[in-house]
């Protein structure tokens, strides 16, 4: 397949901000399970309308600030082949096309990508375990099977989701193969997303 520059670019760029936007949307997630379980009778107003359309909104703000910091610096990369090895633009395999020093790019990426991972698993496993005190606490096996039910659909795509993202960017472009790389992509830009659906489905 043939796209021109300015459409890897525009590709990459809204990629990127749905793949952010998704590790705070987890996060969210994590915080209404937290909300649900720990604080039922209080659900309703602290989760209100205006609270749930606040967080979906920092949520996207925090995917487009991201996404635009990486993607414009790679648009100031200097390419020098016109071939990528890969089934779409990602950071990653457009960083070897590049015919300069990457260093830079890739400690930036580096880092945004870690600041977003383990800020939002952090939250994501404080969320958790003030859950898992609150189901210890409940009396029944019922009881505590069905407030574990509410929470497992959410820890399934949570593993699944970081674990991949966590292969493909928390490492130097050189450690790991095309192929491995590709595997990684496919996982969490198709796979994981397909799979959400008959998550969430089978909670219910």
Sequence with gaps: NIISYAGCMSQLYFFLVFVIAECYMLTVMAYDRYVAICRPLLYNI?????????????????????????TGLMIQLPYCEVLISHYFCDILPLMKLSCSSTYDVEMT?????GFNIIVTCLTVLVSYAFIFSSILRISTAEGRSKAFSTCSSHLAAVGMFYGSTAFMYLKPSTASSLAQE?????????????LNPIIYSLRN
């Design 182 to 194: 590709n595997v990684a992509s496919v996982f969490y830009t198709t796979v994981i997303p397909m």
């Design 46 to 70: 602290i989760m209100s309308h205006h609270v749930c359309s606040l967080l979906v909104a920092v949520v996207y703000i925090m995917g487009l600030v991201g996404s635009t910091i990486e």
């Design 109 to 113: 990426v580096f880092f945004l990508a």
